[in-house]
């Protein structure tokens, strides 16, 4: 893999137990992280668990028995700060541990910050709290009581959930349509012995990527591979591909109501292309062009001239190859406000992009591309995902592929691009 904006380059250093181990060597941040990924097909049976799992995990582990003791341990390693949780990619779901933590060089000359905090990693992972063969009953319950309010309370962000429930509608009989986080219905066939069964099923058999961000010596990145490699594995199994390719017959009409004042309104499509191919770059142009920002169609024609919207965008599922146009909107203009959209759709398809709208998507992308080295997380995100589809590109490739990509192949990728679901969340009356 290529230059990232000249800040970091990545590479595999190794690869141990069906655990792959890459290194984003740089010194931009005074922190280093370790980030490990776990990937599973998404699938029904085994999202809600999945989504459980890490939640359980880190309530308590050996030698930090409780939640409190992991936190006191980490203000002991200089504030260090622990996260996990999953999302989806495609039709595949991924589980994340991260902790980051002051670079070696930064703290003390004998503390060894590397070598304790991936222990203490590999400790919550690993060393989970067990009793009698099964999970603590009191964390199962806890962490499923909170995971079953934050599964109900999707509908709080009314914005998100209308996307989501478009998309999800769009996919319904294909495990893309899973939600991230699984279902309640799922939960509640979840407990405490049945949960540390599926555990020991993700520590020994799901693919693992592990990435190393940040400044470390030969020793120290060793002592990570060591560690890792003594983790018991079994046969490590092959994630499916997610698949792309959808023809559309009928479009599907979706409509929700809950008590709401303002209507949601989101058409989802396919856009038939894949992220591993070129045209993907010609599809992410497109997308800027359609509703990537102030200079997009959708916000100058549907929000500031025609004035039916109180925000409207485009956005790309990049895994899945699905594109989304969400908007606010007053609930009686439902209908002109689709004929404005499609309306723009239409216009792109015949090439009538301005200057200004072709030059400003452009560069939207690229200050977009950009702003990735500012987060570590962002640019582990971004290395992982590449690996995931298979590719290789950096994000300088990226900006100078998007570049290259002319008017006419905008229009041209727009042919593809075909109207899917209509999804409305409107009110009670």
Do not use: W
Request: charged residues 30%.
């Amino acid at each position: 893999m290529s230059t990232l904006i000249s800040e970091s380059r990545v590479s595999q250093i190794a690869s141990v137990n069906g655990i792959k181990i890459f290194h984003i060597k740089s010194q931009k941040f005074k922190t280093n992280s370790i980030n490990i990924f776990f990937h599973d097909d998404l699938s029904k049976e085994r999202a809600t668990k999945n989504a459980l799992l890490p939640a359980v995990l880190k309530r308590g582990c050996e030698g930090y028995p409780t939640n409190r003791d992991i936190s006191l341990r980490l203000e002991e390693l200089y504030g260090a700060v622990f996260d996990c949780g999953v999302t989806k990619k495609g039709e595949s779901q991924v589980i994340q541990f991260y902790l980051e933590y002051v670079a070696d060089k930064y703290a003390k000359a004998d503390e060894n910050l590397t070598q304790k905090t991936f222990d203490l990693l590999l400790n919550i992972i690993t060393k989970p709290i067990v009793e009698n063969n099964a999970f603590k009953d009191e964390y199962v319950e806890q962490e499923s009581k909170n995971l079953k309010e934050m599964i109900e309370g999707r509908i709080n962000d009314k914005v998100q959930y209308a996307v989501d429930k478009c998309l999800e509608e769009m996919c319904k009989d294909e495990p893309f349509g899973i939600y991230d986080y699984g279902s309640v219905e799922e939960l509640q066939k979840i407990n405490a012995q049945n949960l540390y069964e599926h555990y020991k099923y993700f520590l020994e058999t799901l693919p693992v990527y592990v990435f190393i961000y940040g400044d470390l010596d030969d020793k120290q990145i060793k002592y990570i591979i060591d560690g890792l490699s003594g983790i018991k594995r079994g046969s490590v199994k092959t994630i499916g591909k997610t698949g792309i390719e959808s023809k559309v017959d009928d479009v599907k009409n979706i409509t929700e109501r809950m008590n709401v004042t303002q209507g949601k309104l989101c058409l989802g499509f396919r856009t038939n292309v894949s992220p591993d191919s070129e045209d993907y770059y010609k599809l992410m142009l497109y997308n800027s062009i359609l509703g990537g920002g102030l200079h997009s169609k959708l916000f100058q024609n549907v929000r500031e001239k025609a004035g039916l919207a109180y925000y409207v965008f485009s956005r790309l599922e990049k895994f899945k190859g699905l594109m989304v146009v969400s908007s606010g909107i007053e609930i009686n203009n439902r209908d002109k406000a689709i004929e404005i959209i499609k309306k723009q759709l239409e216009d792109i398809k015949d090439g009538n992009i301005s200057n200004y709208e072709y030059e400003a998507s452009i560069k939207s992308i690229e200050t977009g591309v950009k702003s990735l080295k500012d987060s570590q997380l962002h640019v582990v995100d971004f290395y992982l995902s590449q690996y995931i589809i298979g590719i290789d590109d950096a994000p300088n490739d990226i900006i100078e592929k998007v570049k290259q990509v002319t008017k006419k192949d905008v229009v041209d990728i727009a042919e593809k691009i075909k109207l899917d679901t209509l999804y409305f969340l409107t009110s009670l009356e």
